[in-house]
């Protein structure tokens, strides 16, 4: 990063950006902001709080994944190294022992990942053989591990058999993906028939520990961000058609109603549906005409409607036509424009992990300022990857 003029601190980066003292060179810079006790914020440190974006070590950065406890960090790099801080309970940092980090460390020695993914216990990640691998928690089964013990988890990186895309995600207790051919398989826990199987529960909840189908259709995504889970599950099809299943207590499936569906409803009749995200109670997706839509649970006003109404079917959020991908917990969320413009809403009191200086909450997007090509936002914090 060079300056055209001046000499500021890290902490007046935006402001500059803004003003437009910032020269861009095309490296990738991590950033991240909010509640850092568990140093999962790379400063080095587990003291201090922020509430205005730090920068990680690095200028190669491409993905960052801080799942919702908001304990750990999961990122990606441009060469295909994948990188992991914070703590580690049950190995679910990947480095084959359960010690603690506050800065970035390599998982392993690979250049070939492509795709992440993690929750608060599990992480995933593909790379371009078409391997899938997964380490960390293993309560429910959902490291596809079929010869696992109840709460054993693994502290290193194990495969996954068959060949996968780039469209995969997982929960603390469930799994799903998408393999090269189009078909989905999900597995974990089997709660309010979020995997999908045409059944609501499995004997004491633990589901499947292998993989198993989703129907016989050939015609998944394979598109990276098509597929998300929570309670609910998210799913976009090769057509663009979105398909929900799972809990519904909220109105977070979509369809007009709080019914509770075992196995993949579609999602009225339209063909655009690009990146999809679900967490809790309510669920977000981006249509392929840049139009942002969110629905289900909003009490905190993170559905982004300038309000704190529950909706039941897709809402857009505003008019614009701008949008491409966009993140959820159960109380934030975010958005990226094409632009590479950021916007963040819903609570942002209780530790100013939206970056926007404050401890304001908005009900409707707020833009973050500067570029940015990819974000991640959980309860507690923030990560924003800035591309200079």
Sequence with gaps: MALKQNTWTLNNWYDQDVAGNVSYTGEQQLFMAGQNTTGVLGQNSTTTQYSSPVQVPGTTWSEIITP???NRALALKTDGTIWTWGPDVEGNLGLNDQIPRSSPIQIGSGTGWTAIAAATNASMATNTDGELWMWGYNNYGQLANIQHTAYKGRSSPIQVPGEWSENITTTASRTGAVKTDGTLWMWGQNYAGVLGQNRSFTPNYKGYSSPVQVGSDTTW????????????????KTDGTLWTW?????????????TEY?????VGSDTTWGWVMTF?????AVKTDGTLWSWGYNNLGMLGHNNQTEYSSPKQVGSGTDWSKTWQNETTAAALKTDG???MWGRNSQRGKQGHNNLTDYSSPKQVPGNYIWLDINNYNAGFIKEL
């Design 341 to 343: 413009t950021a916007w």
């Design 280 to 284: 809790g109670g309510s669920s977000a």
């Design 68 to 70: 919702n406890a908001g």
């Design 246 to 258: 799972g809990s519904n207590g909220n109105g977070q499936l979509g369809l007009n109603n709080k």
């Design 262 to 266: 075992s196995s993949p409803v579609q």
């Design 221 to 236: 995504s394979t598109s990276k961000g098509r597929l998300n889970l929570s309670v609910a599950t998210l799913a976009v």
